[in-house]
């Protein structure tokens, strides 16, 4: 019986898939669709910032409320599974949208356009598919030990998808145009959630759609959310998400810019990913043992203080291909620990509201995934836009005033830096190393005992 608890390596496997897909669309839209509208399309960086900001914090509304319909959903495949098959389809045809901005519209026409398909991708699309996927971690897998493992393979799925996407986005937008990329990436993405829809089971708290159930939801629903802000580790765990993937985003969305206008040569942007990406590729298969040595929090603090190394030596060294070598690399061994280690540490705190309050909310605790993750990134894209803005950026421009290239260097490593800083306080008090022992005994105890 306690074998069947185990995931397997087909389903870990599947399971990784999933974030693949999803990084095929989503990273795709963090690191290129500013681009795309600026140059493409024609729209002001500000706006375009101003825009992604909006709609990710409208987005983090539609989180909580995605969060409480996965716990209230009962189907024979799960709660979380299946809006993963709803949404896979949807999800690349969102992408294929957001990078077709039809050139006949007007200016504001074209604007309203990108306002549209931005916030319906963002808020209902992929606000569904990725929660429920981060969902299916906690009930897919009981074991922490699991947790883990299973967390560290689908980052590395997770950055060698990043990784091919930086290094072919700009070769296949020469080939087949933005939407004929789109069309490539959204195919793919949507095919890989798929398999994590077929290939995955759910084995905690697998609940009958039958009317006790539903009545009980709804006894609850008014509760749950209550609930849910009564556990502390909830919401300090949502800033630190919100912290990193503004952070993410700030380097996704101007890592082209800085190799185009700060380095001069857009074809840097494949090498700088790579140094970014490859500590974390190799981390990741090894965090498992970190984890045994250290633990999550602990190598999340160290984790924080190499990043914050990496983008002051960017910051405040002479601009050169070294510099960013050195910077890109410590962000990437840094982030080890904030990949594998923060999404286990979400499964911990599932487990800990359980524990102290007694009632299990595994969507609306994993809505800090991506409440977190959203609102991160459109405050990350918001710095981009608002960044570009400052620093005077002209799309126009084959080559940047030395004032914009300055610009575009502040914003790429001081932000980051300051978000660091923040992100350093408030994961201090957030050590659930320390007190999950104490949560897992307690659970056993009380399962014991029904």
Same mark, same amino acid.
């Given at each position: 019986?306690?074998?069947?608890?185990?995931?397997?390596?087909?389903?870990?496997?599947?399971?990784?898939?999933?974030?693949?897909?999803?990084?095929?669309?989503?990273?795709?839209?963090?690191?290129?669709?500013?681009?795309?509208?600026?140059?493409?399309?024609?729209?002001?960086?500000?706006?375009?910032?101003?825009?992604?900001?909006?709609?990710?914090?409208?987005?983090?509304?539609?989180?909580?409320?995605?969060?409480?319909?996965?716990?209230?959903?009962?189907?024979?495949?799960?709660?979380?599974?299946?809006?993963? %098959?709803?949404?896979?389809?949807?999800?690349?045809?969102?992408?294929?949208?957001?990078?077709?901005?039809?050139?006949?519209?007007?200016?504001?026409?074209?604007?309203?356009?990108?306002?549209?398909?931005?916030?319906?991708?963002?808020?209902?699309?992929?606000?569904?598919?990725?929660?429920?996927?981060?969902?299916?971690?906690?009930?897919?897998?009981?074991?922490?030990?699991?947790?883990?493992?299973?967390?560290?393979?689908?980052?590395?799925?997770?950055?060698?998808?990043? %990784?091919?996407?930086?290094?072919?986005?700009?070769?296949?937008?020469?080939?087949?145009?933005?939407?004929?990329?789109?069309?490539?990436?959204?195919?793919?993405?949507?095919?890989?959630?798929?398999?994590?829809?077929?290939?995955?089971?759910?084995?905690?708290?697998?609940?009958? &759609?039958?009317?006790?159930?539903?009545?009980?939801?709804?006894?609850?629903?008014?509760?749950?959310?209550?609930?849910?802000?009564?556990?502390?580790?909830?919401?300090?765990?949502?800033?630190?998400?919100?912290? &990193?993937?503004?952070? %993410?985003?700030?380097?996704?969305?101007?890592?082209?810019?800085?190799?185009?206008?700060? %380095?001069?040569?857009?074809?840097?942007?494949?090498?700088?990913?790579?140094?970014?990406?490859?500590?974390?590729?190799?981390?990741?298969?090894?965090?498992?043992?970190?984890?045994?040595?250290?633990?999550?929090?602990?190598?999340?603090?160290?984790?924080?203080?190499?990043?914050?190394?990496?983008?002051?030596?960017?910051?405040?060294?002479?601009?050169?291909?070294?510099?960013?070598?050195?910077?890109?690399?410590?962000?990437?061994?840094?982030?080890?620990?904030?990949?594998?280690?923060?999404?286990?540490?979400?499964?911990?705190?599932?487990?800990?509201?359980?524990?102290?309050?007694?009632?299990?909310?595994?969507?609306?605790?994993?809505?800090?995934?991506?409440?977190?993750?959203?609102?991160?990134?459109?405050?990350?894209?918001?710095?981009?836009?608002?960044?570009?803005?400052?620093?005077?950026?002209?799309?126009?421009?084959?080559?940047?005033?030395?004032?914009?290239?300055?610009?575009?260097?502040?914003?790429?490593?001081?932000?980051?830096?300051?978000?660091?800083?923040?992100?350093?306080?408030?994961?201090?008090?957030?050590?659930?190393?320390?007190?999950?022992?104490?949560?897992?005994?307690?659970?056993?105890?009380?399962?014991?005992?029904?």
């Amino acid at each position: 019986m306690k074998e069947k608890m185990k995931p397997s390596w087909k389903e870990i496997i599947s399971f990784a898939l999933g974030d693949g897909g999803c990084n095929l669309i989503w990273t795709t839209i963090g690191s290129y669709l500013t681009l795309y509208y600026t140059d493409s399309v024609g729209l002001a960086a500000a706006t375009i910032g101003t825009l992604m900001l909006l709609t990710r914090l409208l987005d983090g509304v539609s989180d909580l409320i995605m969060g409480s319909i996965i716990d209230r959903t009962h189907t024979r495949w799960g709660k979380a599974r299946p809006w993963i %098959l709803w949404t896979a389809i949807p999800m690349g045809l969102g992408l294929v949208l957001m990078f077709s901005v039809p050139d006949a519209l007007s200016d504001s026409g074209k604007f309203v356009y990108a306002s549209i398909t931005y916030v319906v991708m963002a808020v209902v699309v992929y606000t569904a598919c990725n929660l429920s996927y981060n969902t299916l971690l906690s009930l897919e897998a009981p074991d922490p030990k699991d947790r883990v493992t299973m967390s560290s393979i689908r980052f590395f799925v997770t950055m060698s998808v990043v %990784l091919f996407i930086n290094y072919n986005c700009n070769n296949f937008v020469e080939k087949f145009g933005w939407t004929g990329m789109s069309v490539i990436f959204g195919v793919i993405g949507a095919a890989f959630l798929l398999i994590t829809f077929w290939g995955t089971k759910e084995r905690v708290n697998i609940e009958k &759609n039958s009317a006790k159930e539903n009545d009980k939801d709804q006894r609850n629903v008014k509760e749950s959310f209550k609930i849910l802000f009564q556990n502390k580790y909830f919401l300090l765990l949502t800033i630190v998400f919100v912290i &990193n993937y503004t952070v %993410l985003g700030v380097n996704n969305g101007l890592r082209i810019y800085y190799a185009r206008d700060v %380095l001069g040569n857009a074809g840097l942007m494949g090498t700088l990913t790579l140094c970014f990406i490859l500590p974390k590729l190799i981390g990741n298969l090894i965090y498992p043992y970190i984890n045994q040595i250290l633990g999550k929090w602990k190598s999340m603090m160290i984790g924080y203080f190499i990043e914050l190394a990496g983008v002051l030596i960017m910051a405040f060294s002479q601009t050169s291909f070294t510099a960013a070598v050195i910077g890109l690399i410590c962000l990437g061994i840094g982030g080890i620990p904030h990949n594998a280690g923060l999404f286990a540490m979400v499964v911990d705190v599932v487990d800990y509201g359980e524990w102290k309050t007694g009632v299990r909310l595994d969507g609306l605790t994993n809505s800090a995934t991506s409440f977190g993750m959203k609102v991160g990134a459109g405050i990350g894209s918001a710095f981009v836009g608002w960044g570009l803005a400052w620093a005077a950026y002209d799309g126009k421009l084959a080559i940047q005033t030395a004032a914009t290239i300055t610009g575009i260097k502040m914003v790429f490593t001081i932000v980051p830096a300051v978000l660091i800083v923040i992100g350093i306080v408030t994961l201090f008090f957030c050590n659930m190393d320390k007190i999950y022992p104490q949560v897992a005994a307690g659970l056993a105890e009380k399962k014991k005992n029904q």
